[in-house]
């Protein structure tokens, strides 16, 4: 079970998190927001470590990705 969850949680999953980060700042730049790769880097690590830290898991990209703030 344990590796089940590394998968979900490795690294090409952290990749991704970071390249939809990525693609917000297109529509988020119009807010004044964008962030840069380092800070979406830390962003997806925080994430991780509250995830793992309140025994949590997240399936699927969770908030990420989505750019109706009403969904």
Request: hydrophobic share 40%.
């Given at each position: 079970?344990?590796?089940?969850?590394?998968?979900?949680?490795?690294?090409?999953?952290?990749?991704?998190?970071?390249?939809?980060?990525?693609?917000q700042n297109d529509f988020t730049a119009s807010y004044g927001l964008a962030l840069t790769q380092k800070e979406a880097v830390e962003l997806i690590e925080t994430r991780?470590?509250?995830?793992?830290?309140?025994?949590?898991?997240?399936?699927g990209a969770g908030a990420i990705g989505r750019t109706d703030p009403r969904v």
């Open positions: 079970m344990s590796s089940d969850i590394t998968l979900l949680s490795g690294a090409p999953a952290k990749r991704q998190a970071v390249v939809e980060i990525a693609r991780s470590s509250s995830l793992e830290n309140t025994g949590r898991l997240e399936f």
